[in-house]
């Protein structure tokens, strides 16, 4: 494993099974959420992942912080493999690996204030004493760009922005060196949106950060992230640097998804691949290649074998038999 | 051109606990046939109440349409009768919502629902409804409409719903449509489907839309004119090709720059820093001036109005003079 690599995911499976077992239990049905994904993230950067609802993208983020735990496969962090964790250690490796998660509003304690919400990490993994405690939380509140009296308040008293701001405060508490951000801005206005985006950026630079960032906003990940995943039915079809990836887009599917961003400039008129009908069930995806169902370039062999994630040329991986 | 729809200084409060909140305070525009007009703006700006307002929806005692018109063809819809509004609603003027599974009926077919719009206001026979709903399904590209007519809501993705709910809300081919947040709750590729769905519909059969929506790139895609709310009030109005190549207002200007732009590369998004005010508590003069960057002393006395500037309107005294408008 090459130096820079921080986390390495290899083989990830996340299969649930579903409440209809059959009349006496047989045939019991799995949805395959997250079905075999090979990624590496490298230390300093933001990767990020993008697909529509039910692609497994959040699954992958949770799954690789054993907040879900997988069914198969391996999460190297530091060339560790967290799978084989007992409960303590794996207690121990959260302070490294943090979460944000997308909503503002349901993910802070209400009962709590904000001096409880962002000190309870201190409780639990650090000896201190509650002065230092409170200094802390003061120093972690200033950073996040909230106020010192803020701290004695409750969530309800502040804004979407704001909350989600205590949110990255909580998880920064520890200084982790890799977080998973759930789309964490996807519940805000756009105003605020562009605030915390910059905010999570700075304190990238800052802190030396390594972020997932998993969003369905195609504008949001391009502007944030370094490289972009693109996941279709719980598999990865195309992970290449962003510049690559937005302009010369290989996988179909990519390619349909970033025609269908409506711009926000009239002037430009992208041509648009539409595509037909829905995302299949991932309780019985497609044989071969997932997407040939809806893919307008699909022959015979997409159905029959399944395309494997390859290079195509600097670091730019396409999961499609015709790139 | 045929006027549809004409809003006529429309204030719509709501009295509360806390105080009295005007969700809307002021709002004029027009809409004529086959045309789409695009209202945007943040949470609590008061998009969705004006059009709440236009079909008499604002839920009472505690919201109040305090003041204004709004003439439907010509006809004061605040001067009807709560029997003659449910002739007009869902038949002349209907609305299509953001969330299509809450807004169907989780226990009647598709078919079912349809039909009861069409049973309602044109007194179809059940089976006459029937076959109108299986054209109107096949209208808005359901696939097997014959058979989907007899399924219930579940049993439908959500960008079928949403087709579902468009077909019910042109079953009677309204001469107004309110669409708010059509396209929120669904997936991008899916998103595009409808509203490619909802700019051929407009072809078709000309009917006058209102889109609600907070993104700017939906309305890009589909409206014929733009108009951007702020605290309750339109702050900039007008062609959806000027207020994009040239937005005069700082509100306009602040969003449309908060949009990571795909074909562009910066460090860091411009912001527009701080917070909405609080509907209670709203500022004196101009109510963008607390996070305004051109902010003036007239804007913190003085309420602009809405002034015509070629081609476009917008309520800001960096186009006019800062010694008119209203105080307070």
């Known amino acids: ?323 | 051109m045929e006027q549809v729809l004409e809003v006529k200084g429309l204030k719509t409060y709501f009295y509360t606990e806390d105080g009295v909140a005007k969700s809307v305070d002021g709002v004029d525009f027009t809409l004529s046939k086959g045309k789409t007009l695009g209202i945007v703006g943040e949470s609590g700006c008061g998009k969705s109440v004006t059009s709440l307002s236009v079909m008499r929806l604002v839920s009472e005692p505690a919201g109040k349409i305090v003041d204004g018109e709004i003439l439907f063809n010509g006809d004061n819809l605040l001067a009807k009768t709560e029997k003659e509004m449910r002739d007009i609603r869902g038949n002349r003027i209907s609305m299509i919502f953001q969330e299509p599974m809450t807004s169907l009926n989780p226990v009647f077919t598709v078919g079912n629902q349809i039909n009861e719009v069409l049973k309602l206001h044109q007194g179809m026979t059940t089976k006459e409804a029937t076959l109108k709903s299986i054209e109107m399904l096949k209208l808005v590209g359901i696939p097997l409409p014959e058979k989907r007519v007899h399924e219930y809501p579940h049993q439908l993705s959500g960008g079928m719903r949403q087709r579902v709910m468009i077909a019910m809300a042109l079953a009677c081919n309204p001469a107004l449509l309110i669409a708010d947040e059509p396209t929120t709750a669904l997936d991008v590729t899916i998103q595009a489907q409808i509203l490619e769905l909802m700019k051929d519909l407009k072809e078709r059969l000309g009917t006058a839309i209102m889109l609600v929506t907070h993104d700017l790139g939906v309305v890009a895609e589909v409206a014929d004119e733009v108009m951007v709310m702020y605290a309750g009030r339109v702050v900039e109005h007008g062609a959806v090709r000027e207020i994009f190549a040239k937005p005069m207002h700082p509100y306009t200007q602040g969003l449309l720059k908060s949009i990571p732009d795909i074909s562009e590369e910066v460090e860091f998004l411009e912001t527009i820093e701080g917070l909405v005010p609080n509907i209670y508590e709203m500022p004196a003069g101009c109510s963008f001036a607390p996070r305004c960057k051109h902010a003036m002393d007239a804007c913190r006395e003085r309420q602009p109005a809405l002034t015509y500037d070629g081609g476009h309107k917008v309520r800001c005294f960096l186009y006019g003079d800062a010694s008119e408008g209203e105080v307070g």
Do not use: W
Not at chain 1, 121 to 127: D, G, I, L
């Open chain 1, 1 to 323: 494993m090459s130096k820079d690599v921080l986390v390495e995911i290899k083989n990830l499976k996340v299969h649930f099974p579903t409440g209809d077992s059959g009349l006496f239990g047989r045939s019991k049905q799995v949805v395959k959420a997250v079905d075999g994904l090979d990624f590496t993230i490298r230390k300093g950067e933001t990767l990020g992942i993008v697909g529509e609802s039910g692609c497994g993208k959040s699954t992958t983020g949770r799954a690789m912080l054993r907040l879900i735990e997988p069914t198969e496969g391996e999460v190297l962090f530091e060339g560790r493999d967290i799978m084989n964790l007992r409960k303590g250690d794996l207690r121990g490796l959260r302070r490294e690996m943090q979460f944000i998660f997308q909503d503002p509003y349901a993910s802070l304690d209400p009962r709590k204030n904000v001096a409880s919400i962002i000190g309870e990490a201190f409780k639990a993994h650090e000896k201190m004493s509650a002065k230092e405690r409170n200094e802390r939380v003061q120093e972690l509140l200033g950073l996040v760009g909230l106020r010192p009296e803020h701290v004695k308040r409750y969530p309800h008293e502040f804004s979407g922005g704001q909350r989600q701001r205590i949110g990255i405060a909580r998880a920064l508490a520890l200084k982790p060196k890799f977080v998973v951000c759930d789309e964490p801005v996807s519940a805000l206005d756009v105003s605020i949106q562009a605030q915390v985006v910059n905010l999570m950026k700075e304190l990238q630079q800052k802190l030396e950060l390594t972020y997932l960032f998993i969003s369905h906003d195609l504008r949001v990940v391009k502007h944030i992230s370094n490289r972009v995943g693109v996941m279709y039915l719980g598999a990865m079809v195309e992970i290449a640097d962003k510049q690559d990836l937005y302009a010369a887009p290989r996988h179909p599917y990519t390619r349909a998804l970033l025609s269908a961003i409506p711009s926000p400039n009239p002037e430009i008129r992208r041509e648009r691949i539409l595509l037909q009908g829905d995302v299949p069930s991932p309780v019985n995806p497609p044989s071969g290649c997932r997407f040939r169902t809806r893919c307008p370039e699909a022959t015979e062999r997409c159905a029959i074998e399944i395309p494997a994630l390859k290079d195509v040329g600097d670091g730019h991986m396409v999961a499609c038999h015709y790139r």
